[in-house]
């Protein structure tokens, strides 16, 4: 498998990733804007195992938003990483600090109903409002089967 790199702005902290990513995508939900400073978070969803820090991890600092998601930034550039998911085994890596074009290309957009204003979506790529998987838990909870907590939720957790 392929290894991707990526690094931070001031290159502190520089990482490697497998070409491997599961999923990709753009968060537009009001916590991912924040925490990128953009109008939305281009992601990419990868086992916890095949992303090694390789330089830096003194310089991570972590910044723990929900039981399923600690974000993890430069503490001396600030730059916008990763988010480590436990509970999923995932890392989601925030795709703009990587030095390659990973073969996965971004394929949705998801949390558009949190979407700013001041941006328009130019591609053909399938909108979510909350999460991927929303729709496929909609169905669930009309079946009355309990659905995961994060699905029709206003941001990512
Ligand atoms: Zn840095
Ligand atoms: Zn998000």
Redesign the pocket.
């Known amino acids: 498998m392929k290894e991707l790199h990526g690094h931070c702005l001031c290159g502190a902290i520089e990482y490697s990733v497998s070409d491997d990513f599961e999923y990709a995508g753009f968060?537009?939900?009001s916590?991912?804007r924040r925490f990128s400073g953009s109008a939305f978070?281009a992601i990419g969803g990868i086992p916890l195992a095949s992303f090694r820090v390789v330089k830096g991890e003194e310089s991570i600092g972590h910044y723990v938003k929900s039981e399923d998601t600690i974000l993890g930034f430069c503490r001396v550039c600030g730059s916008s990483l990763y988010a480590q998911k436990p509970l999923r085994g995932k890392v989601h890596l925030r795709l703009g600090t990587l030095d390659e074009a990973p073969s996965l290309k971004p394929h949705f957009h998801?949390?558009v109903s949190s979407k700013v204003a001041w941006h328009q979506i130019g591609d053909e790529l399938p909108q979510f409002p909350a999460s991927r998987s929303a729709v496929a838990t909609t169905a669930l909870s009309r079946a009355g089967k309990p659905q995961p907590a994060d699905s029709t939720s206003a941001?990512?957790k």
């Open positions: 968060c537009h939900c916590e991912c978070s998801s949390h941001n990512c």
